[in-house]
């Protein structure tokens, strides 16, 4: 069982920065893949980010050049820093880790972003 705990969500207005923070019960490591989802009210989740256990990273185009996802592993923690918000950011994020290719097998609780003026 792996443990997601997200942090790092809030109100922030446009054109602002912000961080999330997923910290892992495992090692960064040893998984085939993180990720960071998002649901906005009415819509499907949808994958914005994800890292790969080689390193390689893969982003929605709608956040390409403005996010960008990274991990510690002395901490064990995933990242999703955000610039450039837009109001379409809003959303809960979620992050989800992965054993093997085909299936999402963790997820986190989600962490609300705002993003208004």
């Known amino acids: 069982q792996v443990r997601l705990a997200e942090s790092g969500g809030g109100l922030v207005q446009p054109g602002e920065s912000l961080t999330l923070a997923c910290a892992l019960s495992?090692?960064?490591?040893?998984?085939?893949?993180m990720g960071w989802y998002r649901q906005a009210p009415g819509n499907q989740r949808e994958l914005v980010a994800r890292?790969?256990?080689?390193?390689?990273?893969d982003y929605a185009d709608s956040v390409k050049g403005r996010f960008t996802i990274s991990r510690d592993g002395e901490s064990n923690t995933l990242y999703l820093q955000m610039n450039s918000l837009k109001p379409e950011d809003t959303a809960v994020y979620y992050c989800?880790?992965?054993?093997?290719?085909?299936?999402?097998?963790?997820w986190g609780q989600g962490t609300q972003v705002t993003v208004s003026s």
């Open positions: 989800a880790a992965q054993l093997k290719e085909t299936t999402w097998d963790y």
């Open positions: 495992t090692s960064v490591y040893s998984l085939y893949g």
């Open positions: 890292l790969f256990s080689i390193g390689a990273t």
